[in-house]
């Protein structure tokens, strides 16, 4: 985009004939080029997986985060749902997560390690105006702990602050648990959107993001458009 | 589906206002006339009846089939005849002979053509109001599922949190029904009050039972009660049911159907009511399409296919069939697939097209014990559906998915789709001018096509009486049907054809001429066109590997 700029600047000021500042631009955007293909940017790629009991709203966390959308009458999710979304951690950072969405109906619950096996990152869903929702995130929390990777980051999320009049679990009941067992925290709505970015962001930020760089560049060979260039992957890969 | 459908003998017709003798079994008449809805028509005048004979049928038969009833013919026939709130009264039917020939295939189209006056049908809309239609349908029927402890699993006004007012309203009824059922052990299936149906089905430890006022048959409501039972087994499987009432009678199943299910359930039996062809005929719909694109999609599947690819659908919305690819070995189950499109549709309301997902089933016509897994993609609102054996192969099968329709879009075959989607299929297509609608199922195929502008809900009934009145165990069943003074115009009336042979089975609906010799011709037509055309009607051969 911004060389695009750039060369529209470049005609304009060709018909003004001043060479001065064509000079000027090319030289900044030659700056601007070696910026981009500097080893510093890096690109990651991560499994999360989105857990809680039926009706949180785990489908509309994703939805919220993935399409900015939300639709009050979803239909509930069967299985489960596997979503991509690419964020921009930081001017040098790219995140990459591949996200499963899955059924929170509890005759699914032995499918579950499927797809909590291999996964970095993992959000437990509960609702704030169902007490017994935050029972079974403690439940899935407990699960993931016991089961899936050493090192997976999870945070619990308090869903549909939207309904604060309804509110059945207070904030520091939750909240509680929550850094009793090291997990990062949010209270959010799919609904207004509120906090939804930030899980993903604050996930992203406590993701050892090093040590995923290289296997992640492999697998990813040609899939992501977003990515910001070609070049700058064999360097990360370096790095 | 027909396999298991629960024959009836249909030979008989009876008097007109003749009505039914209740079996005594289940009889409870006070709580049963809870259900009971005043008929809404007064029954015509007898003045007005019209019996249309079709070739060959001689009425002798069918006075002596009166002679020699005995009690059973006459439970089991008032069960097919006598329920319906306006039928035994405003129509007549007959059946052919089962070696009648109705007509040669050698016939020449163009002759054929040349017998039919050349005259569009008159527009059939004011003659189905559907909003009264739809009037009628509501509270004309109900499903229920329960335990056989009598614990309530669903009905059609279940809710998430299981607030159910139909089972609270019916439950001295339904429990009365259900242990006289069980307690006479009995091969009662169904019955009949004046103007209802009750039909069971008895899957222990399910039961599930059907109430229908709009004159469906027992074997059709025993078809519905065993896609509502397939269905539940599809998202439980058989072993997953026998081990939750093992040893705990009382067991409530609801505790495992989540809101997907009940969501799955509802849209069934919405399906049902709206009328789906489909299901009264136990096939499946396939889009019309150019041999050469269905080929190319066939060898792309073929090509593309991984190791773990079981089966693989390519799938219009409303389930409509484009191509299938499976093992030489295994057949697919119509019911089977019917359940699994109406998940995916259902699903897709609000998945869009770079989402993928992962979907247990339970195809319980195909192995009712375990589960498959389906890999569901949407493309331009097409679904792509590989099954797999294999839980773990969601990644390979993804790949696959994107390779497939990396070549679909390489060869134009989403676009081919799209447009004929679009167009659909109209009666326009078809040199049988004078028909309103029809439905052509070719049994080899187990596909059926029909026009696809039309709402068929405000057709049920006429198509519901047609199906009936067919002799399914007659080679070929020919029967003509008259509908005198329906709709708004008094001048107005509807005449219907069905007619099954060992190949196809045809149903057609016409307003505007109710000559019997027209409609047959124009069934000809009809099922001449569609054997003319069928590789691009339907899914022939499959890719089959």
Redesign the interface.
């Known amino acids: 985009m911004s060389s695009n700029s750039i060369r529209q600047h470049t005609n304009s000021e060709f018909k003004r004939g001043n060479k001065s500042i064509i000079t000027e631009i090319q030289t900044e955007y030659n700056r601007i080029m070696a910026t981009n293909t500097s080893p510093e940017t890096r690109f990651a790629q991560f499994k999360l997986v989105l857990l809680g009991e039926s009706a949180v709203g785990k489908s509309s966390v994703v939805h919220r985060f993935v399409k900015d959308s939300f639709d009050d009458f979803r239909e509930s999710t069967i299985g489960a749902a596997f979503l991509t979304q690419t964020i921009q951690l930081d001017d040098t950072t790219t995140i990459k997560f591949e996200i499963w969405d899955t059924a929170g109906q509890e005759r699914y619950k032995s499918l579950a390690p499927m797809y909590y096996r291999n996964a970095n990152a993992a959000i437990v869903v509960y609702d704030i105006t169902q007490e017994s929702s935050l029972e079974r995130a403690k439940a899935w929390t407990k699960e993931l702990q016991r089961q899936a990777n050493q090192d997976i980051v999870i945070a619990l999320a308090g869903n549909k602050v939207d309904l604060e009049s309804q509110r059945q679990v207070p904030k520091e009941i939750a909240e509680t648990f929550a850094s009793e067992e090291g997990l990062l925290f949010f209270e959010v709505s799919a609904k207004s959107g509120e906090g939804i970015k930030e899980i993903f962001t604050k996930i992203a930020e406590k993701l050892p993001l090093e040590s995923q760089l290289k296997p992640n560049r492999l697998q990813n060979k040609g899939v992501d458009l977003q990515r910001p260039s070609t070049n700058n992957q064999k360097n990360s890969c370096c790095s | 589906m027909e396999d298991d459908r629960i024959s009836i003998d249909s030979d008989y017709i009876p008097e007109p206002g003749y009505r039914p003798q209740m079996p005594k079994r289940p009889q409870k008449k006070p709580s049963l006339s809870q259900l009971m809805v005043t008929r809404s028509k007064s029954p015509l005048k007898l003045a007005e009846l019209q019996a249309q004979p079709t070739t060959g049928v001689s009425m002798e038969n069918v006075g002596q089939e009166e002679n020699e009833l005995d009690t059973d013919r006459i439970y089991n026939t008032l069960n097919h005849y006598g329920s319906y709130h306006d039928s035994s009264n405003d129509q007549s039917t007959i059946r052919t002979t089962p070696t009648l020939t109705v007509y040669s295939e050698d016939d020449d189209l163009a002759n054929t053509l040349g017998e039919i006056i050349s005259q569009r049908s008159t527009d059939l809309k004011d003659n189905f109001d559907h909003e009264e239609q739809q009037e009628k349908l509501k509270g004309a029927k109900q499903f229920f599922i329960l335990s056989a402890a009598g614990k309530p699993i669903y009905s059609m006004s279940s809710d998430?949190d299981h607030n159910d007012d139909d089972f609270v309203n019916y439950n001295g009824i339904i429990q009365t029904i259900v242990s006289s059922f069980l307690v006479s052990g009995s091969s009662l299936k169904s019955f009949v009050t004046e103007s209802t149906r009750f039909t069971f089905l008895n899957q222990s430890p399910i039961i599930l039972l059907a109430i229908s006022k709009i004159g469906e048959s027992e074997s059709e409501l025993m078809n519905q009660l065993d896609l509502l039972y397939s269905f539940l087994l599809s998202?439980?499987s058989k072993p997953?049911i026998m081990r939750s009432f093992e040893n705990k009678e009382g067991f409530d199943l609801r505790?495992?159907l989540?809101?997907?299910d009940l969501?799955g359930l509802n849209l069934l039996t919405k399906e049902i009511i709206d009328f789906n062809p489909g299901l009264l005929v136990g096939a499946l719909q396939s889009i019309k399409l150019k041999k050469s694109i269905r080929d190319k999609s066939r060898s792309i599947m073929l090509n593309k296919r991984s190791k773990n690819v079981l089966y693989g659908m390519l799938v219009a919305p409303g389930g409509k069939l484009i191509n299938v690819l499976r093992p030489k070995s295994h057949t697919l189950h119509t019911t089977d697939l019917q359940i699994l499109f109406s998940?995916v549709f259902?699903?897709a309301?609000?998945?869009?097209e770079?989402?993928?997902?992962?979907?247990?089933i339970c195809f319980s016509k195909f192995n009712p014990n375990g589960f498959l897994?389906?890999f569901v993609k949407f493309v331009d609102q097409v679904a792509l559906i590989l099954i797999s054996a294999d839980?773990?192969c969601?990644f390979e099968l993804?790949e696959t998915s994107k390779k497939i329709i990396e070549d679909f879009k390489k060869h134009q075959i989403m676009k081919q789709i799209n447009e004929s989607l679009h167009h659909g299929l109209s009666t326009i297509d078809i040199p049988a001018p004078l028909i309103y609608h029809f439905i052509y199922k070719s049994k080899k195929h187990l596909q059926y096509v029909m026009p696809t502008s039309t709402n068929v809900t405000t057709l049920q009934r006429y198509y519901l009486r047609l199906y009936s009145s067919i002799d399914r165990d007659a080679k070929i069943s020919v029967s003509f049907i008259k509908w005198d003074n329906e709709g708004k115009d008094s001048n107005s009336s509807i005449a219907g054809l069905g007619w099954v042979s060992p190949n196809y089975e045809v149903y057609l609906i016409t307003g505007s001429i109710t000559k019997r010799e027209v409609l047959v011709n124009s069934a000809k037509s009809i099922v001449n066109w569609c054997k003319r055309y069928q590789e691009r009607l339907f899914v022939c051969e499959g890719a089959v590997f």
Request: hydrophobic share 35%.
């Open positions: 998430a998202a439980l997953h505790k495992h989540g809101r997907a969501s998940i259902n699903q309301k609000n998945h869009s770079d989402e993928e997902l992962w979907l247990p897994y389906a839980r773990n969601f993804s």
